[in-house]
């Protein structure tokens, strides 16, 4: 039974990993079925967890979402669980950000990274004194 409740979060979150994607790239929960060949339904419980991903079809969603199937497994330190941003606001600015023409984007991606590190920075100064 413990087994189950693994394989059960696992799922959820490569479910949750789904629909980050998509939300990033702007997709709703039906172009992607319709790109799949699937019902909107079916992306539905792949994105809450209550059907499990097989490969192949892990395989297919990566290449419609653009990105390898890898993306969905692990957390970009190699490692599970997932735990990704699940905040609407940050996802509903990456989905746009990412739909910017090529020149917008890099200088958008430039500036966030200035803030971000002035941030982090005035954080550490902070924590210093």
């Known amino acids: 039974m413990r087994q189950n409740k693994k394989l059960a979060e696992l799922d959820r979150q490569v479910g949750a990993a789904i629909r980050r994607r998509r939300t990033i790239v702007g997709l709703t929960q039906a172009r992607l079925a319709a790109m799949l060949g699937l019902s909107f339904q079916s992306v ?32 970009g330190a190699g490692s599970l669980p997932l735990h990704g941003c699940d905040d609407a606001l940050a996802l509903k ?21 200035i803030i971000v590190a002035s941030q982090i920075g005035a954080l550490v100064a902070e924590a210093g004194e």
């Open 93 to 113: 600015l990456a989905g746009r950000i990412t739909r910017l023409p090529e020149p917008a984007r890099d200088s958008t991606i430039k500036v966030l990274n």
């Open 44 to 75: 539905q419980k792949y994105e809450s967890g209550e059907n499990s991903v097989g490969a192949s079809r892990l395989i297919l969603i990566g290449q419609a979402l653009d990105t390898a199937p890898e993306y969905f497994l692990h957390d």
